[in-house]
């Protein structure tokens, strides 16, 4: 791919998965190669790589006719997502603990977490959600690096692409509710404890806090479907049959 086509596909993949999120896309909806290489100001060589690319990412399905139309999915869809990252990341924090990891690496996730507990604070109510997003990306990012396997990690980049099953997906959310909010503190409890199996080489403890942090993520499904005007803070949930 030359120079001047790979900014053009980046540019296409995050412009067609914006408009998939932000609900400007319906589920179902067939894409019209034209006229999104007109609204992105892109050709239609690197247009088709990066519909190709997101049909990967289990955005984009194709059509029998040709060409492809917005993915739409079920809560059970969803859960799966969520449940499939959680035994992603077990495995990631698992393989660290029995394998090991280097003691530069542990301290990088012991600041982490130490910066986590600054942000988050005493209370739901002290939590700083803008440092916390990029903290928590950021730590769990480093949770598949620990790992030492490009396999797993490739796999866990690939599963968290889904927006509903990132771990950020509903953060924007939990900073309107209480009950959200609350669990940001539970989750924090986590990402302390799973550091500590890691070091302590206890894999079983690591893989099994992982997989329970990720059901926080159910839980805070839940709560957005309950509540639907906080539902319009999580996005990708346009594309959820609710």
Same mark, same amino acid.
């Given at each position: 791919?030359?120079? !001047?086509?790979?900014?053009?596909?980046?540019?296409?993949? $995050?412009?067609?998965?914006?408009?998939? @999120?932000?609900?400007?896309?319906?589920?179902?909806?067939?894409?019209?190669?034209?006229?999104?290489?007109?609204?992105?100001?892109?050709?239609?060589?690197?247009?088709?790589?990066?519909?190709?690319?997101?049909?990967?990412?289990?955005? #984009?399905?194709?059509?029998?006719?040709?060409? @492809?139309?917005?993915?739409?999915?079920? /809560?059970?869809?969803?859960?799966?997502?969520?449940?499939?990252?959680?035994?992603?990341?077990?495995? *990631?924090?698992?393989?660290?603990?029995?394998?090991?990891?280097?003691?530069?690496?542990?301290?990088?996730? /012991?600041?982490?977490? *130490?910066?986590?507990?600054?942000?988050?604070?005493?209370?739901?109510?002290? !939590?700083? @959600?803008?440092?916390?997003?990029?903290?928590?990306?950021? @730590?769990?990012?480093?949770?598949? +690096?620990?790992?030492?396997?490009?396999?797993? /990690?490739?796999?866990?980049?690939?599963?968290?692409? #889904?927006? =509903?099953?990132?771990?950020?997906? =509903?953060?924007?959310? /939990?900073?309107? $509710? !209480?009950?959200?909010?609350?669990?940001?503190?539970?989750?924090?409890?986590?990402?302390? %404890?799973?550091?500590? %199996?890691?070091?302590?080489?206890?894999?079983?403890?690591?893989?099994?806090?992982?997989?329970?942090?990720?059901?926080? %993520?159910?839980?805070?499904?839940?709560? *957005?479907?309950?509540?639907? +005007?906080? *539902?319009?803070?999580?996005?990708?949930?346009?594309?959820?049959?609710?």
């Amino acid at each position: 791919m030359s120079e !001047t086509q790979q900014p053009q596909s980046l540019r296409a993949v $995050l412009g067609v998965r914006e408009l998939i @999120f932000s609900g400007s896309m319906r589920p179902g909806e067939r894409l019209s190669e034209v006229a999104l290489a007109k609204q992105l100001e892109v050709s239609r060589t690197p247009l088709r790589a990066a519909l190709a690319r997101l049909e990967q990412e289990g955005l #984009l399905e194709p059509i029998p006719s040709g060409g @492809f139309a917005v993915r739409g999915f079920s /809560q059970d869809d969803v859960i799966d997502a969520i449940e499939l990252r959680g035994v992603l990341e077990g495995t *990631a924090v698992r393989l660290a603990a029995e394998r090991g990891v280097q003691p530069a690496k542990i301290q990088i996730a /012991q600041r982490l977490v *130490a910066a986590l507990d600054e942000v988050t604070g005493n209370s739901p109510e002290e !939590t700083l @959600f803008e440092k916390y997003v990029d903290l928590n990306a950021e @730590f769990h990012a480093l949770l598949a +690096d620990l790992s030492g396997s490009p396999i797993v /990690q490739k796999e866990i980049e690939r599963v968290t692409r #889904l927006p =509903f099953a990132s771990p950020s997906a =509903f953060l924007d959310a /939990q900073s309107q $509710l !209480t009950s959200f909010r609350a669990s940001l503190q539970v989750g924090q409890a986590h990402h302390r %404890a799973i550091v500590e %199996a890691i070091e302590l080489r206890e894999g079983s403890r690591a893989e099994s806090l992982a997989r329970e942090h990720a059901r926080l %993520a159910r839980q805070n499904l839940a709560l *957005a479907i309950e509540h639907q +005007d906080l *539902a319009k803070r999580v996005p990708a949930l346009a594309l959820v049959a609710i």
